[in-house]
Every structure is written in C-alpha cells, then in structure tokens.
C-alpha cells in the first residue's frame, strides 16, 4: 500500500505510523487529501469504497507525540475495503492558527456530515464544503467543544441559566430557513409547506428533527436536524478512567447494552496487549447476541407500529421482557448491565443460567414464526414496505450504511464472518441477506438475524468453555485477587488498579465489531496515562441518517415513518 | 308512508342540541385558564414553525373532489333504477347497463390518465448530496 | 300506556343509551385492546376499572378549553358540534325494534348516507379552522379519503335496496325474515364494511389522525372537552355503522321470539363493534394513496358489478 502510494505521489507523500491494531495508518499532506483519496475509492488496490469515519484529533497538550509528523491538530480518514474488511487510515497534520483541509464531499457524498462534525467540535475548516455549519451543537454555542481548552465539566463553567430572552434567542436560532438550504419556498403551482417532524413527535423515535419540504404530501426533500441527544460521549472520554468509562459505552446504542462495551474493549485490549480467556469471550458473544434479539425485537415492534399496526409491539415488548430476565440474572441490570471489563467480564456465570437460555431458546422460533405471519406477512405492510426507501449496494457502501441497512442490499457483508473478532470464526451461522434493499427487505434481514443469533446463542449454551473469565494479566481491570493477601506485588498492583485505574501503553488503535445496527467502532489513543486521550465514536445510525434525505425525495410522508423505522436507528447512537 | 310522525325527531334534534351545547358551555365553564410565551403558538412538534398553514396547496386534491363531484353525482341516478327495478323491468336494466358502461369508461380513462396515482412521477429520486449549497 | 309517552320514551331512550355507549366504549375499547395486547388496561378505579370513565370525564370537563387565538373561531367550534350531531342524528331513522324508531322515514337509507356525509364536514372543517399545519394535512386526508370511500358507499347498499324493493329501514328489516341479506349481498356487506370503516376514520383508515405521521391530525390543537366530543362522535359514528350493518344485512331486530327485540339488535351490534375494535388491534394503516386507489380501483367497479349482478338476478327470478 506505502510503495503504492509513493510511486503514485512521490517518495515522502506519505510516511507510515505503527500502531496497535495493525491498521495501516499513514500520514498524508493537506494539499493531497482529495487525490489520494480518490485514487483510494477508484483506482488502487484494494479498493477502498468507503469512508467509514472521519474524525480529529486535538493533539496540543499530548506529551508523547511518538515518531509521528504531528501538529496541533490532526484529521483521520478511516476507510474500508469490501473484501478481506481491511482498513486504513489516512493522517493529516495540521497547524494551530488555521486548521483547515479541502473537503471530501467531492468523492464521497457522506463526508458532508462527518465534516460538518470535525467543523463543530474541533474548528478545523472543510474548504469547498457545500454547508459548512454546526451539527451536533445548537447553532448559537460558542467554542469548539473536543478542543482541550474547551471546558469538560459543568464545575469549570459558570453557572447555567436560561432566561426568556436567551430562550427566544434559542427558538428563534432553531427555525428553519429554507433558503440556507438552498431550497425554494414554492414552485410554479404551489406553495411547498416546511414541516417539523420532531423534535417532540411520536413518529421519531426520540428527540430528533426532519425538516420537509412538502408539495401536497410529496415530500420535496428533507432535512434531519440531529443533535438533540448529544451528550458529550467522546469528550467524557477524555475524563474517565480506562475502566470507568465502560458504563457511558452502554448508553451510545441505548438499545444494543453492552454489545457497545465490545468494541471499545477490544481496543484497550489490543493497547494493553491481553489475551481475553476462551470461557469469557464466549460469555461475551452470547450476551451480545441476547443483545442483537433484544434490539431487532425493539426494532420489530415499533416497525409495525410506525406502520400503523398497533398490536405486535406489545407482544415484542413481552419477549424482550423475558430476556431481560436472562440479562438481569447474569449482570445485575438490565438496558444497561456494563458488563464486560477489560480483559474479560464482571463476573462469572450464575448457577442455572443455561435453564433461563434454554427456555428462551425454546420459546422463541414459536413467536417468531407467530410474529412473520402477523406483521412480514401483512399485505398492507408489504404495501406500505416494497418499493420504499430504496438503494442499491453502491449507494449504501458510498454513504457508510453497514449491517442490516446494507445486507438487505444483497452483499453479504457481515464483520462477524469477513474478520471475525472474539471468538466468532468457532460459531456456525448464516449471514442472512435480501436483494431489493427496500425498507420491507430490511425488515426480511434482521428478522432472519434474530434467527441466527438464537442459533449461535443454543452454541454458547452447548459448548460453553470452563475456565477463568478474566484475562491473568496486570492490567485486567479489576485484576484477579487471589494472589493479594499473599504477596505485596500483586496487593500493589489490585489497589492501584482499583484506585486509579489501569495505565494503558500508549498508541492507538481501534476496536469494530458488527453491532445490532451496523458496525461500531471506538477509536482510542493513549499517552500512557489511567485516562484515554482520545476517544473517537464511530457509529451505524450517524451515516444511516445521513443517508435518509436521498431516499426520502419523491415519496409521501407515511413513507417517511417506513424509512424511519426500517432504518432502525436510536438518537443517541447518532448524537453520541 | 303516510303516517309518519316527525314530532320525535324535532324531540330528539333538540336533545341532542341540548346535549352537545351543554357539553361545549360546561367544559368552557369547569376548565382551566393559563396564559404563557408560547401559548399562542401553532403546534409544530415543539419547535418555531417555518411559514404558516394558508399557503396555495397542490391541485391533486382539487382534482380528487372533482372526479368525486363526478361520479357521485351520476350515481344519485343509479338510486333511482335500483328502488324502482321492477316497474322498469328488463328496459330499465339495459338502460342502467349503458348508463354504467359509460360510468366504467369514464373510470378507466381516469385510471390510465393516472389521476388515480397519487406520487405519478415516482422516478428514481436524484441522489445528489443530501445537503446542497447555499446559493 | 299513552302512545304519545311511548314514543317519547322510546325517543330519549335512544338518545340516552347511545351517550352512554359512547362513555362506556370508552372502557371497553380499552380493556378488550389490553386483552389482545397482553397487558392490563385500566383496572385501578372501580370494579374492573369501570369508573375510569367517571375519571375521564371529570378530567376532560376541567382541562382548558383552549381556543388558539390564530384559529378561525367559528368554525373551530363548530366543527366537533357538527361530529356528535350528524352521528346522533343519523341514528333517528335506524329500527332498533319492530315500530321502535324516532323517524320511520321512507328514504331511510338516504337520510343515512346524507348524514354520515355531513359529518365529514367536522373533520375536514376542524382540519382547517386549527390553521395548523398537521390538522391541515389531516383535514385534506379527510377530505379525500371521504370523496373516494363515499362513492361506493351508497352504490354498496343499492343491492339491498333492490332485494328489499324498500329505502325504508324498517321494511328492509322485515324483508329479511327469511334470510339475511348478508348471503345474497356478501360483496356489498363487505365494501360497506370498508366504507363505513373509512368514515369512521378509525384504525387501519385512521388516515386523518395517523399518531406516528401527524400527532394527532385534524384534532391536534383541540383541547379539553371539544376534543371530547370528537372522540364520543367517533365511538357513536362508529356504533351507527355496526347497527347500519346489522339492520341492512344482519337481520336488525330479527331473533329468536324469546329474547326482546330491542336485546336481539343490541347484541348483534355490540358484536360488530367488538369487531372494529378487534380490527384497529389487528391491521396496519395503508397509505394515503393507497387508500384512495383501491377504494376507486377495485371496491367501485365491485360495487358496480354487484350491483348490476344483483339487478339481473332479480329480474331473471321475477320472469
């Protein structure tokens, strides 16, 4: 890939940095950013169809900067290749005074909302991007939040008050102007109506905002304005021990649990250099899947509701209940169990979990079978479904769509099968697909995928490895503490551990794992310190959304709410 | 029917007026009264609306009432030959055949106008990104 | 007892149950969605939780009655009046027993079906007067939704008229003796049952209120105890459509002689509002256009060719 690129640019356009995870990761000028990435999209080989994320880096108070060529801030392509689901990374550094790279929106249409992010929370300017302006923060913020000197916390700032004319202020920032749109107010024959869907609708699915642009029902085009759910997740990041940031990877996926303690994991432990022990990966595959069912059941229900249909979400609500029950036994908690740690999980087993599976295992080919003939197999909801939200699998890898969204697509492309990761290779299971990639084929796929994640959870059941569930390493987090009362080492390192935290080696590296709606990714860099530097966030609903305008223009409002839930997304899987 | 007697109804009509106008005054009456910034204001999701309701709205409504204004109006005769089949016998049902035969052309000259399609432009939406630029 | 006084009797009588109905559908509706949705209902107030529906009248009496100020205030008023009215009044002329009828009108069915077309007026006009734009969108739902579906509606009962020779509730029922209308006009039952769904505009064809679209539709700025009445117009929309089934194709009043009438036509329409209910459980909500090309596409030819078929049996049968 390096000689590729030096032939092609010049012997020093690109120097390479080691990382942890193996992704090759090169440094890039500023200058060059749209060539190379062309020329990586179209011509090189592998391909690299996909931008997966883009992000910054805030690199001004780093103490190590390593052998890297890096400046104040630094901007980070990540890209995907179809086959093999090889990465890369491309760096570029760029000086204090005036940050700024041309912008990608040229080649790939989903760098817009990426840049329109690194634009609010780093400053770092996009030249030539079509609409440059605040994504995730409210239009009148000032500062650029995952800036160091930006503060963290509430306590550094001063004391919040909203009075009445800042509350008009507000609403007044947050109406929609067409014409910063660049959208008409009305065509020859008639006035197109702007319409909020959200932020406070039923139709939403939380605190979420579509703009459309209406003729009739038609929809002209539409507009999501997201950033309602924003909550700070990566800056939080830079704020928390390694260990105690678990608990905020719950609530990025509020609905996928500790599937979101997975990826991040996986990249502290590739940092930390663990090895997580057979029993406790499997653990972690099948609390995943549980996952992956309760999510899809989530999705499931309110996809016939948004339909229109009132029933089934109830009856899903139900199954998810019983899972609950299984996920409460095992972790303590339910949503949000924050289960898994580094190096391994929690804890072990409880006594009798394998009656509470195998009884859920046994119940729900029936429902489900129940569940195909009352919603899949509804004439008014194919009706409502075919033909609906439509695209092809160049268009869903052009703008980032992973997981379900892409596989009704007809590429089965699966990270648990192309490179799998915690122990998926010893499973048998399908990657279930679809070809029309409409929103009732999205639909087809992740019903099919709660088959195959009750398939791969009655293997946990029958094959479940004995042995310990925490890796025997210093920086497992909580270390075993068996040795503590029996040498002073070992009683040092528990309470250090426990009290600060682990210090994990520096670099970098990034943890992705197909998570229940697309793939996840935590990106993140260490100074060798007990917090992170950097957490970086990629998820599956941001380019989702992304995406949904496109789809949308041409069909009717109704169709909207199908898109919206065959899309299944959750806010702040988006805001983070 | 001659022996129809419609005093009950003028009964019941008042009733019912009775009913509903107590209804809307008692409500009016028991409820409630606040008054703040944004009550006022049209509910739009929670958020300041961009343009108002009265705007000139598209013509595929208006053309629905006019196809409804069609029919409807030829069917009232339709009524007529069914309460009276059997004093117009077999001529009156040829007559309601030819009458409906047209009726039925009409209906499909619609149909393959497509003014019974909602969305008939429905091509393969433009995917150009999703924001465009500021003109 | 005095004739005069019996009819006055059977006059506000009427008028009495259906207001009760309505409250009391209230409940049911509830409970029975809770039964087929596994969950509880409303259980807490009362026995079964019946005096829920004292809870909600007394709340919804002393919510605001909120007129917003950018409506158009006569019609904003008007317009749930016109609901709770058109649907009382329509029931006027429907038998619920032999000689049991407010209005025992000749062109019974007429008046019906000229009703029940005014009531769309209180949808479409509410839609409107909000000034909303949700309510607008609704409002013109309506609107459409009313032109298609109305159509066919009447063209629906045209069979029955002929197999009964009689616009005349009453006589249709009696007509029916030896069989109910609902074999020989088993098509024409089912296009009215999808009409009258529509214009009850109650799930699946709640088009104009579509919650997970557009909030609340027509109503979403109404408040306190006008939003009420829309809602008790719908349930008594919704409980004249089951007795206009029952009496045209069920038989009405017609049973075994050993219960009352009046019971017989009862529980023949509590069955069929069980039915709707039953019905707003089960289906998905079509698309608005969709809606609107099946009612012109397939349900108006169907009626036409009923109707026509009808006609030529009864002919061929009188020869």
New interface residues.
């Given amino acids: 890939m390096l000689t590729e690129l030096r032939t092609r640019f010049g012997a020093d356009a690109a120097v390479i940095q080691d990382t942890c995870d193996g992704i090759p990761t090169f440094w890039i000028s500023a200058g060059q950013v749209p060539t190379i990435l062309r020329f990586l999209k179209s011509e090189a080989s592998p391909r690299f169809p996909m931008l997966y994320d883009l992000t910054a880096i805030d690199e001004r108070v780093r103490q190590d900067h390593g052998d890297s060529p890096s400046d104040a801030f630094t901007v980070v392509y990540h890209l995907f290749a179809l086959e093999g689901a090889r990465e890369l990374r491309l760096k570029v550094a760029l000086p204090e005074d005036v940050p700024s790279v041309p912008t990608a929106t040229g080649i790939w249409p989903a760098a817009n909302w990426y840049e329109r992010e690194v634009w609010d929370m780093f400053g770092i300017r996009f030249e030539g991007h079509p609409n440059l302006r605040r994504i995730l923060m409210p239009p009148t913020w000032q500062g650029h939040p995952l800036r160091k000197d930006h503060p963290a916390r509430a306590t550094e700032m001063g004391p919040f008050s909203m009075p009445e004319d800042r509350h008009i202020e507000e609403e007044v920032a947050l109406q929609f102007r067409p014409e910063e749109w660049g959208m008409a107010r009305q065509s020859d024959e008639a006035d197109f109506m702007f319409l909020n869907i959200g932020p406070q609708h039923p139709g939403t699915h939380g605190v979420i905002r579509f703009v459309l642009q209406l003729d009739g029902e038609e929809i002209v085009d539409t507009v999501p304005d997201i950033g309602y759910h924003h909550r700070g997740a990566e800056k939080m990041g830079e704020r928390q021990s390694w260990h105690t940031y678990i608990p905020y990877t719950d609530r990025v996926d509020y609905l996928g649990g500790v599937m979101n303690n997975l990826p991040y994991l996986l990249a502290v432990e590739q940092l930390a250099g663990i090895r997580v022990p057979e029993r406790a990966q499997v653990i972690r595959v099948m609390l995943c899947e549980l996952f992956r069912i309760s999510n899809h059941l989530v999705w499931y229900g309110t996809y016939a509701q948004d339909i229109g249909q009132m029933s089934p979400v109830f009856y899903m609500f139900n199954d998810r209940e019983r899972l609950f029950g299984i996920i409460e036994a095992i972790c303590g908690a339910r949503m949000h169990p924050n289960w898994f740690r580094i190096g391994g999980v929690a804890a072990d087993l409880p006594a009798g979990w394998e009656k509470l599976v195998r009884d859920f295992l046994n119940h729900m080919p029936k429902v489900l079978r129940e569940y195909d003939s009352m919603v899949m197999g509804n004439r008014i909801l194919k009706a409502r479904t075919k033909g609906i939200g439509k695209y092809n699998t160049e268009e869903a890898v052009e703008w980032g769509v992973t997981g379900p969204g892409l596989r009704a697509t007809g590429l089965p492309w699966d990270l648990r099968k192309i490179r799998p990761y915690s122990g998926y290779e010893q499973f048998e299971f399908e990657v279930p697909t679809a070809h029309n990639g409409d929103c009732y084929d999205r639909g087809i796929v992740r019903v099919e995928e709660i088959r195959q994640s009750l398939r791969i959870i009655r293997q946990c059941l029958d094959h479940m490895p004995e042995g310990p569930v925490k890796a025997d390493h210093p920086l497992t987090t909580p270390p075993p503490k068996d040795g503590t009362m029996h040498d002073i080492e070992t009683l040092i390192t528990h309470f250090l551990s426990v009290s600060w935290g682990p210090v994990i080696p520096a670099g970098e590296a990034s943890g992705c794992v197909e998570g229940t709606k697309g793939l996840y990714s935590y990106y993140v860099t260490s100074e060798k310190s007990t917090i992170p530097y950097r957490v970086r966030i990629r998820t599956a609903s941001f380019p989702a959304m992304q995406f949904i305008p496109p789809i949308t223009r041409g069909h009717m409002i109704p169709d909207l709410l199908a898109i919206i839930a065959a899309t299944d997304f959750v806010l702040a899987d988006i805001d983070r | 029917m001659e022996g129809t007697q419609y005093w009950p109804f003028l009964v019941y009509v008042g009733a019912v007026l009775v009913v509903i106008v107590g209804q809307l005054l008692l409500s009016h009456l028991l409820g409630e009264r606040h008054r703040d910034r944004v009550t006022g204001e049209p509910y739009e999701s929670g958020i300041a609306p961009t343009g108002s309701a009265r705007l000139r709205f598209s013509i595929k409504f208006f053309l629905i009432a006019i196809l409804f204004v069609i029919f409807d109006l030829e069917l009232v005769f339709i009524f007529a030959w069914a309460i009276a089949i059997h004093e117009l016998g077999w001529t009156g049902f040829w007559g309601a055949m030819v009458f409906t035969a047209i009726l039925a052309v009409g209906l499909i000259y619609e149909w393959r106008m497509g003014s019974l399609d909602w969305i008939s432009r429905r091509s393969p939406a433009p995917r150009e990104t999703a924001v465009r630029p500021a003109p | 007892m005095n004739p005069t006084l019996q ?2 009797a ?3 009588g ?2 009495f149950t259906l ?1 009760h109905v309505a409250a009391v559908l209230i409940w049911v509706e509830r409970r029975l ?1 809770a039964l ?4 509880l209902g409303p259980n807490r107030a009362g026995p079964l939780g019946l005096f829920i529906i004292v809870a909600d009248v007394i709340k ?7 007129i ?3 409506a158009d205030r006569p019609l904003y ?1 008007i317009a ?2 016109i609901i ?2 058109t649907a ?2 329509g029931f ?1 002329i429907v038998p619920v027993g032999p000689g049991m009828v ?5 062109i019974g069915i ?1 008046f019906f079906l000229a009703f029940s077309s005014l009531g769309i007026y209180s949808t479409v006009l509410a839609g409107w007067a ?8 609704g409002g ?2 309506m ?2 939704q009313m ?2 579906y ?3 509606m ?2 629906s009962l ?2 029955v ?2 197999l009964a ?4 509730l009453s006589e249709i029922v009696e007509a029916q003796r030896g069989m109910w209308f609902v074999l020989p006009q088993f098509l024409g039952f089912v296009i009215f049952l999808l009409a009258g769904l529509a214009e009850t505009h109650r ?2 064809f ?1 088009l104009p209120e ?6 609340a539709g027509f109503h ?2 109404y408040s ?3 939003f ?2 829309f809602f008790v117009g719908e349930y008594i929309g919704l409980t004249l459509i089951a007795a206009m089934i029952v009496t045209l194709f069920f038989g009405g009043w017609l049973g075994p002689a050993w219960i009352p009438a009046p019971l017989v036509f009862c529980f023949k329409t509590f069955a069929f509002i069980l039915f709707f209910i039953l019905m ?11 809606m ?2 099946w009612g ?2 397939y349900l ?2 169907l009626a ?1 060719i009923n ?2 078929a009808t ?2 049996l ?2 061929i049968r ?1 020869d």
């Fill in positions: 009819t006055l059977v006059t506000l009427i008028l207001l969605l087929l949705q596994d969950r919804i009496f002393t919510k605001e009655d909120w917003p100020p950018f008023v749930p009046a709770l009215l009382l009044v006027t407010v209005l025992d009108l000749n007429l909000s000034n909303s734009k949700y309510a607008l969108i013109l739902r609107a459409a032109f298609s109305e159509v066919f009447g063209l045209m069979g008229v002929i020779g009689s616009l005349n799930l699946p709640d579509a919650e997970s679209e557009l909030v979403t700025e306190s105890m006008k009420g009445i707003r459980a089960a289906i998905p909500r079509p698309r608005f256009d969709q609107l090309s012109w596409k108006l030819p036409l109707l026509i006609g030529a009864v002919l009188a």
